[in-house]
């Protein structure tokens, strides 16, 4: 749960390998799913809440390294995305 944050891909990271992750309100990304691919903790970072967060995450992994997975493949696997890619570059040809 990075306090700042810049295009690190870490995220992006994380979920190749299945990952889930714990995020705070002030990283929210369009990519997160609270409860689906990780756990959000408030912008207070208190013990407490990564202690809920780790226990939950540890308590669903399965559930949790496989929605990771699926949005890798789904929105950063470039095989995913090559239709739209080719499209785009033939559109540039007209």
Known sequence: AYRRSM???????????????IISESNRSEYFQDHHTGVMISCAYQFDEFCRAINEIVSNWEEYSA?????????????????????????GDT
């Open 7 to 21: 295009q690190s891909g870490v995220l992006q990271k994380a979920y190749m390998f299945g990952t889930p992750v």
């Open 67 to 91: 929605n990771c997975r699926s949005i890798f493949l789904k929105m950063f696997y470039y095989k995913a995305l090559k239709k739209q890619f080719i499209d785009f570059l033939q559109k």
